[in-house]
């Protein structure tokens, strides 16, 4: 199923997508803040479209809700809510000059450091890492400018990248390894491990760490209850990713699923930390063949339309219904949202004279259970609340063995749908 496309012409650094707004980083060191449900009520379609529009665009988890998903399951309409994600996909919307303007709602100097290394908001605030180290501001409605003018600093060590989950940020530091602190602690971040790590995500309560230089790893933590609202996070063991794939190469993982790339080829692995069982914790699913001419794998990331994998030469992303798209080119930036409420569908790559944004939404239509390629969707618990301690890590002695994966599969052949 080919996703659906916006092209917002410019010349962009980054960007970042928040309860209806959209920021664009500017390459000249601007940052213009867009009315993102405005500008998606823009766009004409037809009025049997607009729901589908609005889905792939503002409304990711709409289709998701329970009630919703049991209307979707009947056989005579699925293929008609199908039908009108498929009718949009073969326009190429482009958002012009005028409508640009007309949602713009402020233009300011970007108040971080340029250009950051990575960027993400969490818990209304805007969080950029650099060299110069970990940067945060409010980006509220409440404000004068969209993303305060008058930044803190969280942290000064240089940083790479940033995940954040139950109140902690993560944060690769490249040859000084992976962190943790609680975002509204004032303590000093506490190091997970001294391996190098370029990237890290959150896989349920544990993160995975990557790296090109050395081995990626899954720091696991168990999640132990306090109370009926209350857990805490406690540390076990760091896991190699040549135990979980039974290969090296560079590896990443968000949530239920982790990949490892090597030589054209990349394995998935589901994790199911809950599983009683140790050899079930660790399942090998699938393993993609890439083609030659796309290059080496140089980053990947989940989310649940399914793994995108960036390679020198293009963007593949293995769909969640076993076909994959192809975005062709390098591109300067690109991301993904996979625990945002509303933009769970989008991929957001920023090339030379344009942003494209595209929503993937194949997943409504796949079983969450059975699918080999992308996150399973959940919703988190309401009213969690967690307290945290992060023991530094002893990777050298092991607290339990979770057993490794099961045995390879042979390579999947998918279909190859390209976007230009």
């Not at 410019?10 to 405005?38: A, H, N």
């Not at 140790?278 to 794998?297: F, S």
């Not at 929503?359 to 399973?376: A, H, P």
Request: proline fraction near 5%.
């Amino acid at each position: 199923m080919q996703p659906l496309k916006i092209t917002i012409p410019g010349q962009y650094w980054d960007s970042q997508i928040y309860r209806g707004r959209l920021y664009l980083f500017e390459r000249d060191g601007g940052l213009v803040t867009l009315d993102w449900d405005g500008l998606i009520d823009d766009i004409d379609v037809a009025p049997s479209e607009a729901l589908a529009l609005r889905c792939a665009f503002a409304n990711s988890d709409f289709l998701y809700d329970p009630r919703i998903e049991q209307i979707l399951s009947d056989i005579e309409l699925r293929p008609i809510m199908r039908s009108k994600f498929e009718r949009i996909a073969q326009r190429a919307i482009e958002i012009g000059r005028a409508q640009f303007e007309k949602r713009i709602l402020k233009r300011q100097t970007n108040p971080f450091p340029f250009p950051h290394a990575d960027c993400m908001i969490y818990w209304h605030r805007m969080y950029i890492a650099g060299p110069s180290g970990i940067w945060s501001a409010t980006c509220t409605k409440k404000t004068v400018n969209p993303v305060s003018s008058r930044p803190k600093r969280s942290w000064d060590a240089s940083v790479v990248a940033l995940a954040a989950l139950y109140g902690t940020l993560a944060c690769a530091a490249g040859d000084d390894g992976l962190y943790e602190f609680g975002i509204r602690e004032s303590r000093e971040p506490e190091r997970v491990s001294q391996r190098n790590c370029i990237d890290c995500q959150w896989t349920y309560q544990s993160i995975y760490g990557s790296s090109h230089i050395a081995h990626g790893f899954l720091a696991e933590y168990a999640r132990i209850k306090v109370d009926e609202f209350t857990f805490t996070r406690s540390f076990e063991r760091l896991i190699d990713d040549a135990e979980i794939f039974q290969d090296v190469g560079y590896s990443w993982g968000t949530q239920d699923k982790l990949c490892q790339a090597v030589q054209g080829r990349v394995h998935i692995v589901k994790y199911k930390p809950s599983s009683a069982e140790p050899e079930e914790r660790l399942l090998r699913l699938q393993t993609i063949m890439l083609d030659t001419w796309k290059g080496e794998v140089v980053s990947g990331k989940l989310a649940v339309f399914g793994a995108i994998i960036e390679c020198e030469a293009a963007i593949v992303v293995a769909l969640s219904d076993e076909t994959t798209v192809t975005l062709h080119g390098e591109p300067i930036n690109w991301r993904v949202f996979p625990k945002s409420h509303q933009y769970a569908n989008h991929l957001h790559a920023i090339y030379d004279d344009h942003l494209l944004i595209a929503s993937f939404n194949q997943d409504y239509f796949t079983d969450q259970e059975s699918k080999r390629f992308g996150i399973t969707h959940y919703r988190p618990t309401a009213g969690w609340s967690g307290q945290y301690r992060q023991p530094e890590p002893q990777a050298s002695t092991p607290d339990r063995n979770l057993g490794s994966a099961s045995p390879p599969t042979e390579p999947t052949d998918i279909t190859d749908l390209d976007l230009f």
